[in-house]
């Protein structure tokens, strides 16, 4: 630091230089900054190199471009994702087909030493870095994280709303609609658990306890006739989690065998496919009724009000502004005029509230349709599989709950219900709510 006078001056400068230069350090550093944040609110793309999947573009913008096969991969990246596979398992796949990792794929196409990852093996943090990044939207996500300040070095993740998106800046490699899947698989409460074999059974995970809402768990039961005998079968069911964690005082087994359940399961969303199949109109109207609480059942009621809503506000404005004509002209005293304006005021605020309720539900009715379609389309593409996968139930249920087994040897009726995804909001609710009141 300039320190050449500061012993000559009698007294110590160096704390308050000390102060300045941090100062002009600070001040530098945030100059900079701004210019950054100025270039990429413009849309230029400011990194180094580009995201795996694209090339840095050549224009003034240097806006990424898309690049085979990388690209090719991304997309079945979250082709995979989206299908339910989870990020550890799409990492597992493309090592054994050795396929290269973005650092190598960088440095054998664009000669850039891989010097942050040595063991050369796709890892479940990077496909799920990936499959989080807007960037293959075509939406360009800049500023996604920042340092703590000019002297900690340290990167930290930014707010969503501090980072800067501009929208449809490059070519995309996924659609909304695939990615908006993939988002719904991480939402999902399962990532289902494999069985010694490594094979995880279609419903894994999304059975839970009628009574007690707990996630049901996987177990085994072998069975032989003599100690040496040959095993005669080999079961697996599914029992209650409280059960199994803390005994009877809990909960009951609600045992049931994983290969009687699929069999259910599968029954019950093949006579929703044949509904599909045979008479379309008829299950889409079984499919709305479903989410009877914002049904379209009172939508005809809705418009004949709102219309009735809409034609009254305008009298009422017609009404307010011939009482202040009807003031200036002196027709009517003050605190008349003032008791008038005020009730038509009050009738306003009413209606006002009356439109947006009915304007809301109708939007939500809208939404139930769009619902009711995808949940079709997604039946329809599964029309001829032979047997319940995983695949199926995660694009198709939220969950299903079992009820308790009556008893080994009792004819009783026992009660299993499964929970649609799309379809079924309301009944979703209503379940989670009984639960939420039983703990
Ligand atoms: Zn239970």
Same mark, same amino acid.
């Given at each position: 630091?300039?320190?050449?006078?500061?012993e000559?001056a009698?007294?110590?400068?160096?704390?308050?230089?000390?102060?300045f230069?941090?100062?002009?350090?600070?001040?530098t550093?945030?100059?900079?900054?701004?210019?950054?944040?100025?270039?990429?609110?413009?849309?230029?793309?400011?990194?180094?190199?580009?995201l795996?999947?694209?090339?840095?573009?050549?224009d003034?913008k240097?806006l990424?471009?898309?690049d085979?096969?990388a690209?090719?991969?991304v997309?079945?990246?979250? =082709?995979m994702? #989206? +299908?339910?596979?989870s990020?550890? &398992?799409? /990492?597992?796949? *493309?090592?054994?087909?050795g396929?290269?990792?973005?650092?190598?794929?960088?440095e054998?196409k664009l000669?850039i030493?891989?010097?942050?990852?040595?063991?050369?093996?796709w890892?479940?943090?990077?496909?799920?870095?990936?499959?989080?990044?807007?960037?293959?939207?075509?939406h360009?996500?800049?500023?996604?994280?920042?340092?703590?300040s000019?002297?900690n070095?340290?990167?930290?993740?930014?707010?969503?709303?501090?980072?800067?998106?501009?929208?449809?800046?490059n070519?995309?490699?996924?659609s909304?609609?695939?990615?908006?899947?993939?988002? =719904?698989?991480? #939402? +999902?409460?399962?990532?289902?658990k &494999?069985? /010694?074999?490594? *094979?995880?059974?279609?419903l894994?995970?999304?059975?839970?306890?009628?009574d007690?809402g707990?996630?049901?768990?996987?177990?085994?039961?072998?069975?032989?006739?003599s100690?040496?005998?040959?095993?005669?079968?080999?079961?697996?069911?599914?029992?209650?989690?409280?059960?199994?964690?803390?005994?009877?005082?809990?909960?009951?087994?609600?045992y049931?065998?994983i290969?009687?359940?699929?069999q259910?399961?599968?029954?019950?969303i093949r006579?929703r496919?044949?509904m599909?199949?045979l008479?379309?109109?008829?299950?889409?109207?079984?499919?709305?009724?479903r989410?009877?609480?914002?049904?379209?059942r009172?939508?005809? /009621?809705?418009?004949?009000?709102?219309n009735?809503?809409?034609?009254?506000?305008?009298?009422l404005?017609?009404?307010?502004?011939?009482?202040?004509?009807?003031?200036?002209?002196?027709?009517i005293?003050?605190?008349?005029?003032v008791?008038l304006?005020?009730?038509?005021?009050d009738e306003?605020?009413?209606?006002?509230?009356?439109?947006?309720?009915?304007?809301?539900?109708?939007s939500?009715?809208?939404?139930?349709?769009?619902?009711?379609d995808?949940f079709?389309?997604?039946?329809?593409?599964?029309?001829d599989?032979?047997?319940?996968?995983r695949?199926?139930?995660?694009?198709l249920?939220?969950?299903?709950?079992?009820?308790?087994?009556p008893?080994?040897y009792?004819k009783?009726?026992?009660?299993?219900?499964?929970?649609?995804?799309?379809i079924?909001?309301?009944a979703k609710s209503?379940?989670?709510?009984?639960?939420e009141?039983?703990?």
């Open positions: 630091m300039d320190s050449a006078n500061t000559n009698g007294m110590d400068m160096t704390p308050i230089m000390n102060v230069n941090e100062w002009h350090a600070a001040n550093s945030k100059k900079i900054r701004a210019v950054i944040e100025a270039n990429e609110r413009a849309g230029k793309y400011r990194a180094g190199f580009a795996y999947g694209y090339i840095k573009g050549t003034e240097k990424p471009i898309r085979e096969p690209a090719s991969i997309h079945r990246m979250f =082709e994702r #989206a +299908s339910g596979i990020p550890n &398992k799409i /990492a597992q796949t *493309f090592n054994d087909e396929i290269l990792t973005p650092g190598d794929y960088k054998q000669g030493p891989n010097t942050q990852h040595s063991h050369h093996r890892s479940c943090t990077t496909v799920k870095q990936l499959l989080q990044n807007p960037t293959y939207l075509g360009l996500v800049q500023m996604r994280t920042t340092n703590l000019y002297k070095k340290k990167v930290v993740k930014r707010d969503p709303d501090e980072m800067v998106t501009v929208e449809n800046t070519e995309a490699i996924v909304q609609e695939l990615w908006d899947k993939c988002r =719904e698989m991480e #939402a +999902s409460v399962s990532q289902g &494999k069985t /010694a074999t490594g *094979f995880v059974h279609p894994s995970g999304l059975v839970y306890c009628a007690c707990n996630k049901m768990y996987m177990k085994y039961n072998n069975n032989r006739h100690r040496k005998g040959p095993r005669i079968y080999y079961r697996e069911n599914y029992c209650c989690g409280a059960y199994e964690k803390f005994g009877p005082r809990a909960c009951s087994s609600h049931i065998q290969k009687i359940l699929n259910i399961v599968l029954t019950d006579s496919m044949s599909v199949s008479e379309e109109k008829a299950a889409r109207e079984e499919f709305l009724r989410n009877e609480q914002i049904s379209s009172d939508g005809k /009621a809705d418009q004949k009000r709102l009735q809503a809409k034609r009254r506000m305008v009298e404005d017609k009404l307010i502004s011939s009482v202040y004509e009807d003031k200036v002209l002196g027709k005293p003050e605190d008349v005029c008791g304006l005020k009730k038509y005021q306003k605020v009413t209606i006002k509230a009356t439109v947006t309720e009915i304007e809301r539900k109708s939500e009715a809208g939404k139930d349709a769009a619902d009711m995808e079709i389309k997604r039946l329809k593409a599964y029309m599989v032979p047997e319940l996968t695949e199926m139930c995660m694009e249920i939220d969950f299903v709950t079992v009820d308790e087994c008893g080994k009792s009783e009726p026992r009660e299993i219900h499964i929970y649609y995804k799309l079924d909001k309301s209503e379940q989670l709510q009984s639960w009141q039983n703990k």
